[in-house]
Each structure stands twice: as C-alpha cells, then as structure tokens.
C-alpha cells in the first residue's frame, strides 16, 4: 500500500513539472509574439495581429498535440484503455488547432478601395 502511494506521488510529482515548463513555455513564446504586434504602426496593426493569432493557435495546437502524445505514451505503458483513446483525441484536437491557426493565417484581410 505504500508503495503505490510513492508511486502515485512520483508519478503526480513528475506530471506537475512537466506541466511547469509547458506553462513557462508557453508564456515565453507569447511574449515574443507580443513584442511584434506592440511595435507595429497603425497601417500593419491589423495583419500583426492576424499573424499574431495564427502564431499563438499554431504554438498552442503543436503544445497541446504533444501533451497528446505524452498522455498516450504514458497510457500505453500503464495499459490504460480509456486513456489512450483520451490521449488520441487529444492530439486529434491539436492537429485542428493547428489548422485553424494556419487558415487564420491565410486570411486576407486588406482592405478594396474602389
């Protein structure tokens, strides 16, 4: 009984770090794209922040697939059946952020003068 509480704890321990650097990541990689949208001028304003958005769906879809892709290796090793599909719909959802933030970025978003 202890034993699978040390596990448990490990294994709860091993999950929170994991979590940390995606979170710091993250925020990391947001504040870079900030850095661009704050300095454009008012003519680029809005295609910065179309690229803005596309870049943050695309890093955020690619996070959240390969979160997918650690909760289904982990599930695999466990032999967790209800975690494994979990995991694949996961990495699914990933793969449709990641096409949603790439057709943002294919908007086109200029304005016709005519």
């Known amino acids: 009984m202890k034993n699978m509480i040390s596990e448990r704890k490990m294994k709860d321990e091993r999950t929170a770090r994991i979590l ?3 979170g710091s990541t993250a925020v990391l990689m947001l504040t870079v794209f ?4 704050f300095a454009a001028s008012g003519g680029d304003a809005i295609s ?3 690229n803005l ?12 697939a390969v ?3 650690v909760t289904l290796g982990m599930s ?5 059946g209800p975690g494994i599909g979990n995991a694949i719909w996961q990495i699914l959802g990933g793969a449709i952020i990641i096409a949603a933030g790439v057709a943002i970025g294919a908007l086109d978003l200029t304005m016709a003068t005519a």
């Not at 900030?34 to 949208?37: D, G, L, P, R, S």
């Not at 958005?53 to 959240?64: H, M, N, P």
């Not at 695999?76 to 967790?80: F, L, R, W």
């Open 34 to 37: 900030c850095m661009n949208a």
């Open 20 to 22: 940390k650097v995606i």
């Open 53 to 64: 958005l596309s870049k943050a769906a695309t890093a955020g879809g690619g996070l959240w």
């Open 67 to 69: 979160w997918g892709l």
């Open 76 to 80: 695999i090793k466990d032999s967790n």
């Open 48 to 50: 910065t922040a179309k």
